[in-house]
């Protein structure tokens, strides 16, 4: 859970509390309010955890600071500004506040026109996305100055994933040339810039060797996976082609906040373009506060020009999101019977503003830009019961009485394991995911892009589908133990992932057993043992006409030759239970054997288990 410092007197005084507010009071708030105070420490006591001792303390504040942690999807209160105004409005001490969209600064600025982005198509390579804001006539301190930086931290760490996902550029508007900026994305060598608090100018290709040497830029290392291997790195200019950032990594010398600047560009590129409007919307409404008119911002317009991977917009975009939720349904999941207007006024203390509909049996809900965890009527609910009091609802026992067991399918696995391990054979647990190749041409199968699932993104090829057959794992493992004495018997249990249109999703898990038996022999003998060992246990007979038994009314299995590409001609067979066929068994084709990079005969066993349930 992310962790906010606050010095406590100015936290104290935001909250018009006075200064002999007891640290248990403070902690009840807390907990009232759903975060929890987590220690109570000063600047010198962390730097003295960290080691530092003598003259580098001397200068150290002894002020007393709070470390409050607080849910991970609760962005707004990140901050010290953030906090302060969540915790008023929980204390009925002011109400949410109304943020207002305000462009007419750019009559006396730009003639009339927005501050513009154009984005360039060579962005799709690295990094799609951006979008825009402008905070006017910003009054900084010493105090918010050092919070917006840490806002940026604290998001750059959560919701941007570690800029992965959105990295954030603050700069001086009144240091550039306006009002038209461009995103493009160019060759490391054609980037040149002074970085932030260097005095040297440098390409981008000369800026990653100094990070990685230069100690006092070792916090930015981490970053420069994200885009050292592409070809172009994304880049952002003023009208005079002077580089505002190089993101994800670092921002201009040329555009850096100072305590002394008015006007804030607020830029975020992306890869995910809703996190970026969550991340931009959180920034202008935490410190919109300190304009002169509190609360007011200035929009930017984006424009691509590729729009066929993203159609233009003017960001931020801070008007309120609408749910509507049923008040039997809120009492219900918290277990009290809080009338309607109640729960209005209950959510009010959660910056939530409610209105009663005509049927009075459901709320309109406005979500305010700031409160971007609110996605269900869930969340609503939940804050109802924070508002409410958790300690207020009344313990009581369940009206239905359950009891819990295990899954017949896990069952049934289970069993099958301990039948399998007595037999000898031993278990392994292999991924779930695997290559392209090993799924189809190490098997001697084509892929027809209607049985694997694919995986969107994969990290590596290695792991770009999801198995379809238990039997390539298996072989896997065989092939990395080669050193094991024969014969090497092994088994598995596990689920595949196969494609069904007609479910929501598209795919299916479906629970199937194998077992493979690898020698200098080909060991059919034994794998066709081990299938009517199975068979007996599950207590299913044997037919051996396969026309009688897929017409029996009774339980039985048969098996019939199958022409499977993955097996030797002649040495394989399908098992089926009654009518349905549920697996197949025999000695894997010399191809098969020959891509896993064996030399030895292997027959191997697999069958759906969930046909027998």
């Known amino acids: 859970m992310p962790v906010v410092n606050v010095k406590r007197d100015n936290l104290l005084q935001g909250l018009s509390l006075p200064n002999d507010y007891t640290q248990s009071d403070f902690e009840q708030l807390c907990f009232d309010f759903g975060i929890e105070l987590d220690d109570v420490t000063s600047e010198k006591q962390m730097k003295e955890k960290e080691g530092l001792t003598g003259k580098e303390l001397e200068n150290l504040s002894d ?23 969540a915790l008023n409005i929980f204390l009925k001490k002011s109400k949410n506040p109304a943020f207002v969209i305000d462009n007419s600064k750019i009559v006396e600025k730009n003639g009339g026109e927005l501050i513009k982005i154009f984005v360039k198509k060579e ?17 900084f301190t010493e105090n918010n100055y050092n919070n917006f930086i840490d806002l940026q931290d604290k998001l750059h760490q959560n919701i941007c994933r570690k800029r992965t996902l959105v990295a954030i550029g603050t700069h001086d508007l009144d240091s550039l040339e306006g009002p038209n900026f ?49 070809p172009v790195y994304p880049v952002i200019y003023d009208k005079k082609r002077t580089v505002l950032s190089l993101p994800p990594i670092i921002n201009g010398d040329h555009s850096k906040i100072k305590l002394t600047t008015k006007n804030v560009l607020i830029e975020c590129t992306a890869t995910d373009l809703t996190k970026a409007h969550v991340v931009l919307n959180t920034m202008v409404c935490m410190f919109s506060q300190y304009c002169d008119k509190p609360f007011t911002v200035e929009q930017v317009q984006v424009i691509y020009e590729d729009e066929s991977k993203c159609l233009n917009e003017i960001t931020p975009n801070l008007m309120d999101r609408e749910f509507t939720c049923n008040i039997k349904y809120i009492n219900e999941r918290i277990g009290v019977n809080l009338k309607i207007d109640k729960i209005v006024k209950l959510l009010g203390k959660m910056q939530l503003e409610a209105t009663i509909k005509e049927n009075e049996e459901e709320i309109l809900v406005k979500v305010p830009p700031t409160r971007s965890d609110i996605l269900h009527a869930c969340d609503i609910m939940e804050d109802v019961a924070i508002a409410y009091g958790y300690n207020k609802i009344i313990r009581t026992n369940p009206k239905t009485s359950t009891v819990g067991k295990e899954l017949p399918i896990n069952q049934l696995s289970d069993l099958l394991r301990l039948e399998l391990a007595m037999s ?10 695997c290559s392209e190749d090993e799924n189809f041409k190490f098997m001697n199968k084509v892929n027809d892009g209607n049985t694997a699932i694919k995986v969107s993104s994969p990290k590596s090829l290695e792991f770009s589908h999801c198995r379809t057959s238990l039997i390539s794992g298996l072989m896997k493992t065989v092939q990395n133990n080669k050193s094991l ?6 088994f598995e249990i596990s689920d595949v992932v196969l494609v069904d249109k007609t479910t929501d999703v598209g795919a299916k898990n479906v629970r199937k057993l194998a077992a493979l038996y690898a020698s200098q022999t080909s060991g ?31 339980p039985c299995y048969s098996i019939k030759p199958s022409e499977d590409s993955s097996f030797f001609n002649g040495r394989q067979a399908h098992i089926y239970y009654m009518d349905k066929k549920v697996g197949i068994f025999g000695i894997l084709h010399p191809i098969v054997i020959e891509s896993f990079k064996l030399a030895l005969p292997v027959s191997v066993l697999e069958i759906d288990v969930e046909a027998f349930l």
Do not use: W
């Not at 390579?125 to 905070?135: E, N």
């Not at 068979?535 to 009774?554: C, Q, R, T």
């Open 424 to 433: 000898g054979y031993t278990e392994v647990l292999t991924l779930i995911l």
């Open 63 to 85: 002020e007393i600071i709070y470390k409050i942690e607080v849910p991970a999807n609760r962005y707004d209160i990140l901050c010290e500004e953030g906090l302060t105004r």
């Open 123 to 139: 962005t799709n390579q690295i990094r799609p996305f951006v979008v825009g804001a402008v905070l006017r006539n910003i009054t």
């Open 524 to 554: 059919l003998e034994y794998i066709h043992g081990l299938m009517d060992r199975i068979m007996e246990v599950l207590g299913i007979p044997f037919e051996v006409d396969h026309d009688k038994a897929i017409k029996s009314d009774k």
């Open 182 to 230: 461009s995103y493009e994305a160019l060759a490391p060598a054609d980037i040149r810039f002074v970085p932030l608090n260097q005095q040297r100018e440098m390409n981008a290709k000369e800026l990653f060797e100094f990070i990685e040497k230069e100690e006092a830029m070792k916090h930015l290392r981490s970053y420069l996976k994200i885009i050292k291997d592409s």
């Open 485 to 490: 004495p024969l014969p090497i018997q092994l």
